[in-house]
């Protein structure tokens, strides 16, 4: 089955769905719109992917009839957009967030089991080779109990992001992995964050998540550091997993000890000496295996592996960690319901 889908976004992410999507075989996916509101960015676009090209969103609906739309809009904008396609029984993959609210999300995925369509969120680092191979490994038990999670994200700001802050815009996709590695849900959070550049959004946030299975989540986010870092460390009863996001290369650090007579040498070198190895990984994009997931969902009438449940479990976090800074009085997020209802 040939899938139609459209494009609602044509910003730097836009681009990227954009450049995926036309790579695809068109007897698998036909790209057949681009909606952009911003005339020069949707010529570049459409110049650019020979597409037809729309300044409102509605009309290329009508006009092209698409089985899955993607949404690449302003986080406050995904509701709106979400529930006019999902009330026209049109699948859906939506940027992460879902939504700005938990309201919101909810009745997006109320639309969805009304229409018969599909909800995806654009939580990309599940599809990200190097978190695949990890979760297969850790559910044929090579590390054992999960005990610990670091994540670091962190670079410069990006001039794109203007509605949100780090914990809405880069620790959802850090939530998002610990989540599904943990297969456990967040019972309790602490957070604080600091807002360094001129915005009414934070640019630094660590926050600590404590999950069902007693596992602990770190995470270090900030829009602050000059280098670009996206890095992810597990541990557990059998050692250690550390990934690089970027490059897709995974280490694994095995706990072993090896008896000595030099008993002054262990102060130095740890009790673990087990081998180091980096994993063997097929590399390859992840945006492009986010695209065969939701389209064999479709085909299949089966869930997308990251569902409408699960951005909205994902938001809850983010929204306890957001409130847990106002708890300690050093927030300067936005409250959520101020953006609730903008378009």
């Not at 044509?10 to 790579?23: E, F, K, P, Q």
């Not at 995925?109 to 229409?115: D, G, K, T």
């Not at 479990?313 to 106002?326: C, G, Y």
Request: hydrophobic share 40%.
């Amino acid at each position: 089955m040939r899938v139609k889908v459209a494009v609602i976004g044509a910003g730097s992410m836009g681009m990227n769905h954009l450049r995926v999507l036309t790579d695809f075989d068109e007897e698998r996916i036909q790209p057949v719109g681009v909606a952009e509101i911003h005339e020069p960015t949707l010529k570049r676009a459409m110049g650019r992917f020979h597409v037809a090209g729309y300044t409102d969103y509605r009309q290329m609906v009508e006009q092209t009839q698409p089985d899955l739309v993607t949404v690449v809009v302003p986080t406050h904008l995904h509701f709106e957009v979400a529930s006019y396609l999902l009330n026209r029984g049109i699948h859906v993959l939506i940027e992460k967030p879902i939504t700005s609210t938990i309201e919101e999300a909810l009745t997006l995925i109320q639309l969805a089991r009304l229409a018969g369509a599909k909800i995806a969120v654009g939580h990309i680092e599940r599809f990200n080779p190097a978190v695949i191979e990890i979760k297969r490994r850790l559910v044929a038990g090579e590390l054992g109990q999960i005990f610990h999670f670091h994540a670091r994200r962190l670079g410069p700001f990006p001039p794109r992001i203007r509605d949100v802050g780090v914990t809405l815009d880069l620790a959802t996709h850090d939530i998002d992995v610990m989540r599904y590695l943990a297969d456990a849900e967040v019972e309790r959070v602490y957070a604080e964050t600091q807002c360094r550049l001129p915005s009414q959004y934070e640019d630094l946030l660590l926050g600590v998540l404590r999950f069902t299975n007693d596992a602990i989540g770190m995470l270090d986010v900030n829009w602050l550091t000059p280098t670009k870092v996206r890095e992810l460390s597990i541990t557990g009863e059998g050692g250690m997993y550390l990934v690089n996001y970027l490059t897709q290369d995974v280490y694994y650090y095995e706990n072993d000890y090896t008896p000595t007579t030099w008993d002054a040498l262990r102060s130095l070198t740890g009790v673990s000496e087990g081998t180091m190895t980096r994993l063997k990984i097929q590399k390859a994009e992840p945006l492009r295996l986010e695209y065969e997931d939701i389209i064999n969902a479709i085909d299949d009438d089966a869930l997308p592996t990251v569902s409408g449940e699960d951005g909205l479990a994902v938001l809850k976090v983010v929204q306890q960690l957001i409130e847990s800074t106002r708890q300690n009085g050093r927030s300067r997020h936005q409250p959520p319901a101020a953006v609730k209802g903008e378009v």
